[in-house]
Antibody, heavy 117, light 106 residues
Framework: EVQLVESGGSVVQPGGSLRLSCAAS????????MHWVRQAPGKGLVWVAR????????IYADSVKGRFTISRDNAKNTLYLQMNSLRAEDTAVYYC??????????WGQGTLVTVSS | SYELTQPPSVSVSPGQTASITCSGD??????ACWYQQKPGQSPVVVIY???KRPSGIPERFSGSNSGNTATLTISGTQAMDEADYYC?????????FGTGTKVTVL
């Protein structure tokens, strides 16, 4: 059974940093591109970042470029999102998602990040 | 930046057909997919690659994509279909979600 389990969400002050993790199981993690998607409270889904299978290529939404870094450890079956210089508008549930050819076949349950003083 | 626009809400009577549109520049040149999200749950894909239905998704869900508009159609809508629906466009560097549509089954 494919499982994606996010962790690391918490309350952080503006300007602070946080690292999210997504533990994958039930499939060959290193074979898949992975993404982070976020959803602010009561709002819609927003794509955040994507990483390819061997970590050689990453791409970011303009709103997080230069502040967030997506990475992965295929030996540990884990996806990461390092978030720096956090702002109030980064408050959201963050989901990791497994990319199929052109859609997300599996999503995690999400982890809540709250940026507040 | 690329944008996808959906109607904020669609209302439908049980057993009737609901159609949700997703508009974007030359959207028909990209792959579109659709997600269903119920309150407190993670999204679930209901249509991928414009019109394909994943295993386990009922046949009443169908999709199309041409020109500047992708459309999700729910035929014979059931109460369990009440949810938020999001389109998404994919190409080599575009991973944009639509604004979302709340489907209410009256």
């Amino acid at each position: 059974e494919v499982q994606l389990v996010e962790s690391g969400g918490s309350v952080v002050q503006p300007g602070g940093s946080l690292r999210l993790s997504c533990a994958a199981s039930g499939f060959i993690f290193g074979n898949y591109w992975m993404h982070w998607v976020r959803q602010a409270p009561g709002k819609g889904l927003v794509w955040v970042a994507r990483i390819n299978s061997d970590e050689s290529n990453t791409i970011y939404a303009d709103s997080v470029k230069g502040r967030f870094t997506i990475s992965r450890d295929n030996a540990k079956n884990t996806l990461y999102l390092q978030m720096n210089s956090l702002r109030a508008e980064d408050t959201a549930v963050y989901y990791c998602a497994r990319a199929e050819v052109s859609w997300y076949g599996y999503w995690g349950q999400g982890t809540l990040v709250t940026v507040s003083s | 930046s690329y944008e996808l626009t959906q109607p904020p809400s669609v209302s439908v009577s049980p057993g009737q057909t609901a159609s949700i549109t997703c508009s974007g520049d030359k959207l028909g040149d990209k792959y579109a997919c659709w997600y269903q999200q119920k309150p407190g749950q993670s999204p679930v894909v209901v249509i991928y690659q414009d019109s394909k239905r994943p295993s386990g998704i009922p046949e009443r869900f169908s999709g199309s994509n041409s020109g500047n508009t992708a459309t999700l159609t729910i035929s014979g809508t059931q109460a369990m279909d009440e949810a938020d629906y999001y389109c998404q466009a994919w190409d080599s560097s575009t991973y944009v979600f639509g604004t979302g549509t709340k489907v209410t089954v009256l």
